[in-house]
């Protein structure tokens, strides 16, 4: 059925549809939308039989899930920014046990200082936790991705985090296909636990595992992500027999073939990269892009078979590893070091900064011509960095950086005028 309809409300239909037999929720901007909305549709009977829980943090939504799914129920949550970073030991407690959670990550910055815009510093603090991550470009992408979510999780026994930007997914609305119950069930089977807490049947869970088998078991996981690189195409083969859509995979080409350029990203920025690049085209330049849907497990192979052609890679993302560069640039080095290609590391949207056509003109041109630095920090303003680092040279009790650089760009100057 289409609908006009916000991004979060359109993820908590999809949920519903997955019919979660326990949803545990702790409300956080930008994801608060989609838990009060499945909230009120187990309120209402919309989604039955299924338990609400609504705890009091993200250590304890995180934490119940792992509760519920230890003891065979579908369980759900959702998080954003400093809520994961609250649940971290309940991430890698659900990754380590192997327990098919699904949690929706509406990505927004990490303070301090305190941002509550996008960009992907939070599913990147866990993208060593052991989950599966998968990032979406649209809302109908993430309707389609959480359905196949719920389905790799169960059969592999293994934790997904769906990703998506938060406010430019999660609060903007857009047409959205929204599959209907029926359909959704022929896809997604009943859940049937690998392993359940059984009263008749005890067993330990998350025991503790010493020097002599704990190689094993981390290795182990990190088999089942290997598998997740055959499982992901597959099922996202399966749902577009199903539902006709192209939605899921380890990654997408947009008319990067035989290109001499290719720029990498994830997420929904590659929707104003497409239209840049067309241009691009036009204007006569060998250039297309590339979007990578699984971050965890990395794509390696798929990825490496994608570039061989090209002689450049610029790979634009919105985190930044502090002393060291861009992550996904260094997975993407990594994926293609024995090619003969140039990667350029280009970190931008940080604390949601606006990604204007203009501007990724500017710098793809940049790319193109190799005259990107080894490390590029998108439209960041170089001037106002340079001043607070002559003030800290000159001032002992020099302050807040953070509060020195709101200052020297007009932000506090023209709030006071208000």
Known sequence: ?????????????????????????????????????????????????????????????????????????RSYTATSSQGILFMMEAVYNASGMGLPIVMTVGNRAIGAPINIWNDWSDSMSARDAGWLQLFVESNQQAVDVHIQAFKLAEQLSMPVMVCMDGFILTHSYSQVDIPEQATVDRYLPPFQPRQVLDPAAPLSMGAMVGPEAFTEVRYFAHHKQREALTLIPQLAQEFQALMGRDSGGLLKC???????????????????????????????????????????PFPIEALHDALSGAKRVIVFEKSL??????????????????????????????????????NLRRMFEKGV??????????????????????????????????????????????????
């Open 1 to 73: 059925m289409l609908k006009q309809i916000e991004g979060s409300h359109a993820v908590a239909e999809a949920v519903a549809l997955c019919r979660p037999e326990v949803i545990s929720a702790y409300p956080i901007t930008p994801q608060t939308h989609i838990v009060e909305d499945l909230g009120l549709m187990v309120k209402s009977g919309k989604i039955s039989p299924c338990e609400f829980l609504l705890v009091e943090s993200e250590f304890g939504a995180l934490s119940a899930c792992i509760g519920s799914s230890a003891a065979g129920a």
């Open 369 to 418: 011509n190799d005259t990107l630095n080894n490390i590029h920090f998108h439209d960041m303003h170089m001037d106002v960095v340079n001043r607070e680092l002559e003030r800290a040279k000159a001032r002992r009790r020099s302050g807040s950086p953070a509060e020195n650089i709101l200052s020297d760009v007009g932000v506090v100057a023209a709030a006071k005028t208000i």
């Open 254 to 296: 947009f008319d990067c073939e035989e290109k001499e350029t290719v720029v990498v990203t994830m997420g929904s920025v590659i929707g104003t990269m497409l239209e840049v690049l067309s241009d691009m085209r036009a204007d006569g330049y060998s250039i297309g892009a590339l979007t990578l849907r699984s971050f965890r």
């Open 321 to 358: 590893a502090v002393g060291m560069g861009g992550i996904l640039a260094n997975d993407v080095r990594m994926a293609t070091r024995d090619l003969d290609l140039k990667v350029h590391s280009v970190i931008g949207g940080l604390g949601g900064r606006p990604i204007t056509r203009k």
